[in-house]
T-cell receptor, first 113, second 114 residues
Framework: AQSVTQPDIHITVSEGASLELRCNYS??????LFWYVQSPGQGLQLLLK??????LVQGIKGFEAEFKRSQSSFNLRKPSVHWSDAAEYFC???????????FGTGTQLKVEL | NAGVTQTPKFRVLKTGQSMTLLCAQD?????MYWYRQDPGMGLRLIHY???????AKGEVPDGYNVSRLKKQNFLLGLESAAPSQTSVYFC?????????????FGPGTRLLVL
C-alpha cells in the first residue's frame, strides 16, 4: 500500500531564510508525487508535481522539489521564504486505483518577521 | 470557469440529523473525490467516483453515502450525523485517462456536529 510521511508537524523559519520540508513515500512502482499548499480557511492549491524526467521540478511561488528514488524522498525547498508562505503544506503520492492520491499529515509552516 | 465549488460553506448539525453536501465542477472531469480533513491526520479519502453513475469506497467510508447522477455533481450524504463526523470536507476532481492529472480542490465545507 502507498503511504506518505511528513516527519515535521511544525516548522518555524525567519523571513528571508531558506526552507526545506521533508516528504518520504512508500510506493510499489515509479510514483507520481505532488506538493499542495493550504492557506488558512482555504482549499488546497497545487505547488508542483513530479511524474518522470528531470528529478528537480520547479513550481509556483518560487518553490522547487527534488525526487530522490534511492531515499524515497520528495523534499520541498525554497531559497528565501516570504511571510505570505505561512501555510500548511501537504505531500501526496499516487496513483492508486481511480487516480487516487495518498496524502501526508501535513507540515505547518510559520514565518517569523 | 468556477472550477470546483462546494455548498454549503459551513453547517451545524445536531446528532442524528441528516444533510447533503454538494460538489460541482465545470471542468468536464471524469473523476471526483470526497475527503475529510482532521487535525494531525491530513486528508483522508471518503468516497470517489470514476464517472457518472459510479461510486467507490475510499479509506473512511462508514457513515457516508454518495451519488454521482450527473457528471458535474458529486453529493456526499450523512444519514445520521455523529460528533465524530465534525470535520472539514473537501471535494476534488481530476480528468480521465493518465493518472498524471492533478486533483483540483474546492474551498471546503466546515461541518460541526453537536
Amino acid at each position: 500500500a502507498q503511504s506518505v510521511t511528513q516527519p515535521d508537524i511544525h516548522i518555524t523559519v525567519s523571513e528571508g531564510a531558506s526552507l526545506e520540508l521533508r516528504c518520504n513515500y512508500s510506493y510499489g512502482a515509479t510514483p507520481y508525487l505532488f506538493w499542495y499548499v493550504q492557506s488558512p480557511g482555504q482549499g488546497l492549491q497545487l505547488l508542483l508535481k513530479y511524474f518522470s524526467g528531470d528529478t528537480l521540478v520547479q513550481g509556483i511561488k518560487g518553490f522547487e522539489a527534488e525526487f530522490k528514488r534511492s531515499q524515497s524522498s520528495f523534499n520541498l525547498r525554497k531559497p528565501s521564504v516570504h511571510w505570505s508562505d505561512a501555510a500548511e503544506y501537504f505531500c501526496a503520492v499516487g496513483p492508486g486505483g481511480g487516480n487516487k492520491l495518498t496524502f501526508g499529515t501535513g507540515t505547518q509552516l510559520k514565518v517569523e518577521l | 470557469n468556477a472550477g470546483v465549488t462546494q455548498t454549503p460553506k459551513f453547517r451545524v448539525l445536531k446528532t442524528g440529523q441528516s444533510m447533503t453536501l454538494l460538489c460541482a465542477q465545470d471542468m468536464n472531469h471524469e473523476y471526483m473525490y470526497w475527503y475529510r480533513q482532521d487535525p494531525g491526520m491530513g486528508l483522508r479519502l471518503i468516497h470517489y467516483s470514476v464517472g457518472e453513475g459510479t461510486t467507490a469506497k475510499g479509506e473512511v467510508p462508514d457513515g457516508y453515502n454518495v451519488s454521482r447522477l450527473k457528471k458535474q455533481n458529486f453529493l456526499l450524504g450523512l444519514e445520521s450525523a455523529a460528533p465524530s463526523q465534525t470535520s472539514v470536507y473537501f471535494c476534488a476532481s481530476s480528468s480521465q485517462g493518465t493518472a498524471q492529472e492533478t486533483q483540483y480542490f474546492g474551498p471546503g465545507t466546515r461541518l460541526l456536529v453537536l
